[in-house]
């Protein structure tokens, strides 16, 4: 059969797509994005609209296999795709690097529940830009109300369908409470729900959100501004952290380097400890501020660096790496659990920066001082605990420190130094001849 693909265009006449193919019966259809949808056979080759045909093989790709996300997907699509086909140039005349608008439509189609008005009475305008246009569908079935044109970005947020500033959006387009967002802890100030509404058209909903409650504090829209290139420009985990900080740092005169080093200290800090670990009240921007100083210096020194300017951004970034990252286990070591007389016996590799300080800080020593080396494979820093009874939890009874070369047990600790008990020093000798470690001096105990 001799077919021809026709699609209806922004004027509503007939455009010829591709003439003289070789079609299948019951090949012509009423829209292209309807025959993919609903599963008919089609082929690129029939499609000689070389936009069109980038949009419908996004969306082919996207609903290639049935499963329950697009069958779920399916009817609100229906609605959506053959009408922009159908009433817009925004498949035939848009590229897809430009305007990718098969997702965008898709996320819609996913917050079917929110619409309030049917997609049919959409009249688009001809003379919006295509993103406008795109946009003007979007306002349709779900404002109520108008909103600040940053909004609009959460429509263009890649990932999953369901994303949290779409979920914002649809809450503000139908007159939520702008105080009160949805999946959202934390309440803002009316001065920041203030401020979130004048943000910056650049801005994503999540920047405005902080932007709006910096502004509430500061005033200063160049903080502003500064803060959401830190850390803390778009982690809200800790806000019961940075809120109070912030308001400290706005009534002193520190500069925003200081600022930034305090921040990147407290930050590391919530990430170890948790939020309920740091306190600010009753401490001073300076003391902060040395405390900060203190901490990248001792890094430094852990990590063997040289001429580290602890100001620079870049350089904070790799010390905190070097605080973070784990390193490497030693090699051939037979995990250790044992009981005997009564008690349960197990041997932990200590590989985090944040692991030896744990250690350090309960077996009050000087092991958190050695994770240079043991970044560099020098050595490795065991743990061994112990219980009684089956439900409680593992105390820490020494630590032990191996040449990784040499195979050889250089150093083991008990709490503050102290030698281990016969009880101790009998396992620990047992997991060395587990492992084929020399026991060194320590066997001579």
């Not at 509404?197 to 903080?223: F, K």
């Not at 300080?357 to 050595?379: K, N, P």
Request: glycine share 4%; hydrophobic share 40%.
């Amino acid at each position: 059969m001799v077919g021809t693909l026709y699609s209806k265009g922004l004027s509503g006449n007939l455009t010829i797509l591709a003439m003289n193919t070789i079609l299948p019966p019951k090949a012509v259809f009423r829209s292209i994005t309807h025959a993919i949808l609903v599963g008919n056979s089609w082929s690129g080759a029939w499609i000689g609209n070389p936009y069109l045909r980038q949009h419908t093989r996004i969306l082919a790709r996207m609903f290639r296999q049935e499963n329950l996300w697009t069958r779920r997907l399916q009817e609100p699509c229906l609605q959506l795709l053959p009408l922009v086909e159908s009433k817009t140039t925004l498949f035939t005349q848009v590229d897809h690097k430009t305007l990718n608008v098969v997702p965008v439509l898709v996320r819609l189609a996913e917050y079917r529940d929110c619409w309030i008005r049917d997609p049919d009475t959409w009249q688009p305008n001809g003379q919006l830009q295509p993103r406008a246009l795109l946009m003007s569908l979007i306002h349709h079935l779900l404002n109520r109300y108008d909103l600040p044109s940053f909004c609009d970005g959460a429509w263009f947020i890649n990932g999953p369908l369901r994303h949290i500033e779409r979920a914002w959006y649809c809450h503000l387009a139908q007159g939520g409470n702008i105080r009160h967002f949805p999946e959202w802890v934390p309440q803002l100030s009316r001065q920041a729900s203030s401020a979130f509404l004048a943000a910056p058209d650049h801005l994503s909903m999540r920047e405005a959100v902080r932007y709006g409650q910096v502004m509430s504090i500061s005033h200063d829209e160049i903080t502003a501004a500064h803060i959401l290139g830190t850390r803390i420009g778009l982690n809200f985990s800790h806000d019961a952290v940075w809120l109070p900080f912030l308001a400290m740092f706005a009534s002193s005169n520190r500069s925003l380097k200081q600022m930034d080093i305090i921040i990147d200290y407290l930050w590391a800090h919530c990430e170890l400890y948790g939020t309920k670990s740091v306190r600010l009240r009753g401490r001073t921007i300076d003391a902060l501020l040395r405390s900060s100083e203190k901490f990248f210096h001792n890094i430094i020194r852990q990590s063997d660096c040289k001429d580290v300017d602890i100001f620079s951004a870049s350089e904070r970034t790799k010390l905190l790496h070097f605080h973070a990252d784990q390193w490497e286990p030693m090699q051939d070591i037979i995990p250790f659990e044992k009981c005997s007389g009564g008690w349960h016996w197990q041997m932990v590799e200590l590989k985090r920066q944040r692991e030896l300080q744990e250690e350090a800080h309960d077996m009050q020593h000087c092991v958190s001082s050695y994770g240079g080396w043991c970044h560099r494979g020098l050595i490795s820093i065991f743990s061994l605990r112990s219980r009684k009874m089956e439900n409680d939890e593992l105390d820490r009874d020494v630590t032990l420190e191996v040449d990784c070369q040499k195979r050889e047990l250089l150093q083991v600790k008990a709490w503050r130094n102290r030698r281990p008990s016969v009880l101790t020093r009998k396992m620990v000798l047992h997991w060395c001849e587990l492992n084929r470690i020399k026991p060194g001096a320590f066997s001579m105990w």
